[in-house]
Nanobody, 125 residues
Framework: QVQLVESGGGLVQAGDSLRLSCAASGRTFSTYAMGWFRQAPGKEREFVAANPWNDSRLLYADSVKGRFTFSRDNAKSTVYLVMNSLRPEDTAVYYC??????????????????WGQGTQVTVSS
């Protein structure tokens, strides 16, 4: 089992940057494919970024491509989401998630086995 704890959220202005972190417990972190999702008030949880095959190949939502960067440090059992050029529409609770089996379906929340509690990101205009 994996426990995930996100941090790094906050209130920023449009155009600013943030780095979210997700620290994982468990000795088998390196075997999990990881992803980031977000959920704004009144909206469904949506995909942000992932490494679906647990290797260097990355996948991004079109809305964040070129602005957000996913990375992971297996030695620290941590994944990161660097968010640049933030926009008010990026305001949401951001969640990291882990899935035991990689491959297709990384954009779907129901393919993930473990979730963190989320961290709030608010971008003011």
């Amino acid at each position: 089992q994996v426990q995930l704890v996100e941090s790094g959220g906050g209130l920023v202005q449009a155009g600013d940057s943030l780095r979210l972190s997700c620290a994982a417990s468990g000795r088998t972190f390196s075997t999990y494919a990881m992803g980031w999702f977000r959920q704004a008030p009144g909206k469904e949880r949506e995909f942000v970024a992932a490494n679906p095959w647990n290797d260097s190949r990355l996948l991004y939502a079109d809305s964040v491509k070129g602005r957000f960067t996913f990375s992971r440090d297996n030695a620290k059992s941590t994944v990161y989401l660097v968010m640049n050029s933030l926009r008010p529409e990026d305001t949401a609770v951001y969640y990291c998630a882990a899935r035991r089996f990689g491959g297709s379906g990384a954009e779907r929340p129901d393919t993930y086995d473990y979730w963190g509690q989320g961290t709030q990101v608010t971008v003011s205009s």
